[in-house]
């Protein structure tokens, strides 16, 4: 048995945080390009897969967020089971309320709080596509229409809203 003594979690990553406001979408994921974690934003290749972003990528080519399905297993399994070079389904929100973790304590996060996406330099921990709280000089990109709802918790998550 687990005792929160100030607060719960805000969630995991990837996870829809309000499912009577969203739309999300099924996609193609490609098996060679795969996400790292849930909760990264991606884009749409020329085939018509979702994918992570490429460093540098603009903004204006984001799509949408990865969505962590119930129950899941993570996408590097889903690859190992069904090999690569065989595509799978998966999920990404174009509209709504997602559970992000932003890779250091989101506690002082505040409602209306710009979003910013990595889209340089990534790092294990801050992948491409990674949603981060603050501006990192040449290394991120606001993501458009999406905001912070308010503080999230000491582990990093929070929620976004986007493009409501």
Partial sequence: MVAYL???PVG????ISRPQDLTTEPVILDSTKTFSAYGLVGKDSADGKFIPLAASDAAAVITGLYVRPYPTTSTPDMVRQIGTGKNFTGDVMKRGYMTVNIGGTAVNLTKGAPVYVRN????DASPLGAILGAEVTDETVVLPNATFTGAGDADGNAEIAYNI
């Fill in 12 to 15: 995991i990553a990837g996870a």
């Fill in 120 to 123: 340089a330099n990534p790092t």
């Fill in 6 to 8: 100030y607060r719960m």
